[in-house]
Structure formats: C-alpha cells, structure tokens
C-alpha cells in the first residue's frame, strides 16, 4: 500500500484506502498551469508540443479497475500504442515538420502493387474474395495519387471469366455471384474506368433476384440479407445507371409487390438502426460502425443527405454512437463498443461524418461549421485520428503497408480504408443542392438516381493541415464519400453510362 507521504498517490487509491473523496488542494498545479487529475498508470514521459489529449492527465481520466478480458485487451493495446503516439519511439520513420511521420508514400504504393502479384499460401483463404484485392490495391494506390490506368486490360482480362451468364460477379470462375464480389469489381473496374466489360442487362436481372419484397436486398440469390447488400446493389445500380424498375421475375415484384429497386428501401434500413442509435447488418442484430457506413451511404445514394437520412434515420442518436467509436488514447476508431482500435474503421467510421455533417438542413450549411469540422471541433477528432494512422498504422521497413495496430500485420484491406480515412480527415465535404437544378430536365433527369453524384471536396487549407500536423506530402487524394473512389473515377462512371437504357 502507498504511503501518504508519497507525493505519486494517486485520488483512486485513497478512495479504495479511505471509502472517502479527498478534495484537491486549490494550490496544488502541475507546470501547465491546470489541476492535476488523479491516476498515473498511464503516464507518458513529458514530451513537449504534445496535443492535450496525449498529456498524462487526460490519459490519467480513463482507468478502469474492473479487469476482464475486455478491458485487458483494451489495456494492452494502449500500451502497445502509446510509446508511438507519444512519439518516444518512432520506429525510424523520417518525421515531417510537426514531428510526425511522413505518409510513406512510396513503399505503400510497392506494397499494394506487391498484393496484386502472387500471393502466400495462406491468401488461399481469400479465394472467394480475389475482387476485394483488385479493388483495394488498385483504388489504395489511386487514393496514393498513383497512375492506375495501365491495370486496366489486366484487370478486365481477370475479371471477365468471374462474370456469371445469369449477372453478376463471383469471387472466382465458376462461383455464385455475390453482392460485395460484385461491388468490388465494380468498384475496381471503375478506378480504371473498364466498366464496358460489364453484361449490364443480366446484372439488372441477377439484382432483382436479390431484391426482397420488405424493401432490403440479399447478399446473394437465397442468401442472407442484410445492409451491405443494400449499400452494394445501390452502388452498383447507380454507378451503371440501370434502370429503377424492378425486372418482371422479381420476387419482390412478384410477391412484394413492389415497383422499383429502391421501394420500402429507406424503411429497411430504419428497421435496422437499435435503440444504441447504431446499425445493425439486419434488424435486431448487434450494430457495427462498417453497417453505419453502408447505411448512410446507402441513404445519400437514395436522395440529398439533408433529406434521406433525417427521414430514415435518428441522427442525434446515431451522431453519439459514432463519435464513442473514436478511442482513448489512440484516436483511430473500434467498430464497436469496448473493442479495440484498428485502422480500418478510419474508413468505415471516420467516413460516416462527412455524409453525417451533409444531413444538416441546408441553412444550418454555413462555412464556419465546415471549419469547425475540418479542425477536429466538431463531431470527431481529426487530428487524433490522423496522428494514430501516421504514428501506429504504417509499417515501418522496407515493405510498406498500413496495419490495423502496430502488433498486426499490414494488408491490402487496412491499407485501402487506412488511406481513404486519413482523406476523410484531411478534406471537407459537401452535397452541392445547385446541381439538383442543374440536373433537372438533363438526359438523366427522372432515370438515374443523381444524389451521390453531386458531392463535392476540397482540401483543407494550410491552417487547417497545419492543425492536423500533415505536410504537403502526406496529404492523401480526395476520395468520394459515398463511393470510396477518387472524384474523377465517379465522374468517368457517370459520363460512361449517362445515356442509360440497356
Ligand atoms: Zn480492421
């Protein structure tokens, strides 16, 4: 048991000592000039120009006595990040003018180009998923501002046997087509704007196989339904600008009848919102940040943010759920409550804000809330975010890559949404309502649903990147919010289908 006189004591353990609450003395002030907090099991060394949600103190508020298994995990993950977020170690990573390591461009880009060769032996696993590579290897060096276009004839020659006569992509030749296979081809096809190798007619009819008639969308002919069906089909339809109508064999024509791809949608997805204000893959499910983002995406596909997701969805409720996701001490994000930080959720979480922050009715839309959002006051903590993936996430050596924690290994996948969430922090978003005129009575006017297509972004200024702690060079490309993909590939995937018909 400590002694009194030790000057370290820390107010937990008195409390435990005493059953009673010692008053701070009003004089006692540490060298900022603020009180000090009680605890000091996470106690960093004192390093100067450190943000005040790295200082000891704050570290200091968030200790949990209660052990179990959680909180273990959650303990030594803090512990195993803390040395890097501090940056007392930073695992000989050329650091940029604020003192953070630079965004290893080069040896990310190497090593997403290395994922798309041959593989080890344990990606034998990944057979079913082969697309996922093409697309997060492919759109992650896109995001790096690498040139992706020469993949193109590779990337059709590869995926045309995986296209089934009946619509749709498989995972490999010869298997069922599936709804987050055939996204990601889409997806990857569209990075390298190769989408004429797509049978459009038959993807119409596959997808309304998998329209139910309670609104939601299956993963697959007869199986499960859930949100990322929902998200997938509506990227997929709206990208290829098929047509809204559902085809005469559908069952949700047939048995639900329903007209249109996009009927009794919006209900759907309300039904899977809990009462945490999370989203669950189906109704009554557990809710996961990765379903949030396909939930709202899925909403600004359907109409303007400021109208799709207010209708459907309880935002306050769900704007609180999100932003418990950002964790103490790292910054990133867990998927969900009491779980542990990883750099995917970057993308899955971090990218929920931007279509989150475009939910506003549009007169609340002023430029000071964008700053606010841009300098990490607003609904989540920019900079805290971006320090965690520069500091924990990236790779250190020669082979590149980003990670989920400095204790995993890097792939394909965390790389992808590491970097698409490092461009979420680093860019301010909007939905452009100007162009809901512009577009009206347009060749796609009444066909195409245009919503998602009418984001825009721009890079924060200097300021602002200074406030994040990024330089020039570690500033990634502007991925599309809704879409996952550079502007100029959505662009392309707009112009290419923008007549319609089939
Ligand atoms: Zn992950």
Request: contains cysteine; aromatic residues 8%; negative net charge.
């Amino acid at each position: 048991m400590s002694s009194q006189e030790d000057g370290d004591d820390t107010l937990d353990e008195l409390l435990k000592d005493r059953a009673r609450i010692e008053e701070l003395p009003d004089n006692d002030e540490d060298e900022d000039g603020r009180p000090p907090f009680p605890g000091k099991h996470l106690k960093p060394k004192r390093k100067k120009n450190l943000p005040v949600w790295m200082s000891s103190a704050t570290l200091s508020l968030f200790h949990e006595d209660d052990q179990t298994p959680s909180t273990e995990a959650l303990a030594k993950t803090a512990a195993e990040c803390l040395p890097y977020l501090t940056l007392e170690d930073t695992q000989g990573l050329p650091l940029n003018s604020h003192g953070l390591p630079h965004l290893r461009r080069k040896p990310h880009a190497d090593f997403l180009r290395s994922c798309l060769g041959d593989l080890p032996a344990p990606y034998a696993a990944m057979d079913a998923s082969r697309p996922w590579l093409f697309y997060w290897c492919i759109a992650g060096q896109s995001f790096l501002n690498e040139d992706v276009s020469s993949y193109k004839d590779r990337l059709i020659e590869t995926v045309r046997p995986l296209q089934n006569p009946s619509g749709g992509f498989g995972g490999g030749h010869g298997q069922y087509s599936h709804c987050a296979c055939t996204y990601a081809t889409i997806l990857a096809l569209a990075a390298v704007d190769g989408l004429e190798v797509v049978d459009r007619k038959a993807m119409w009819h596959w997808l309304g196989q998998v329209k139910q008639p309670n609104g939601g969308f299956r993963m697959a002919a007869n199986a499960e339904q859930d949100i990322r069906g929902a998200y997938c089909a509506l990227t997929i339809l709206t990208l290829l600008n098929l047509p809204l109508t559902l085809p005469p064999d559908s069952p949700a024509r047939l048995t639900g009848n329903l007209d249109l791809f996009t009927d009794d949608l919006g209900t759907w997805i309300s039904s899977c919102q809990s009462y945490e204000g999370g989203i669950a893959g189906a109704p009554g499910n557990e809710v996961h940040g990765a379903y949030a983002f396909c939930a709202l995406a899925c909403l600004c596909i359907l109409d303007a943010p400021s109208r799709s997701i207010p209708a459907y969805l309880d935002v306050p409720l769900l704007t609180r759920w999100l932003a418990s996701m950002q964790t103490t001490p790292e910054g990133g994000f867990a998927g969900r409550p009491n779980k542990l930080v990883d750099a995917c959720y970057s993308h899955w979480v971090g990218a929920c804000f931007a279509l989150l922050e475009a939910a506003r009715p549009p007169e609340e839309d002023t430029q000071e809330q964008h700053a606010i959002a841009l300098t990490g006051q607003g609904l989540w903590n920019k900079a805290a975010l971006v320090r965690y993936l520069l500091t924990c996430a990236q790779q250190p050596g020669k082979k590149g890559g980003m990670r989920d924690k400095p204790s995993a290994r890097p792939d394909g996948y965390h790389t992808c949404y590491s970097l698409s969430g490092l461009s979420a922090a680093q860019h301010r978003y909007w939905y452009d309502g100007q162009r809901e005129t512009e577009d009206e009575g347009g060749e796609e006017s009444g066909r195409r649903l245009l919503a998602a297509f009418r984001w825009r972004g721009e890079r924060g200024t200097a300021e602002e990147m200074r406030g994040l702690g990024v330089d020039e060079g570690d500033v990634v490309a502007l991925v599309h919010p809704v879409f996952v993909l550079r502007f100029e590939a959505v662009e392309g995937a707009r112009k290419r289908f923008a007549g319609g018909g089939l």
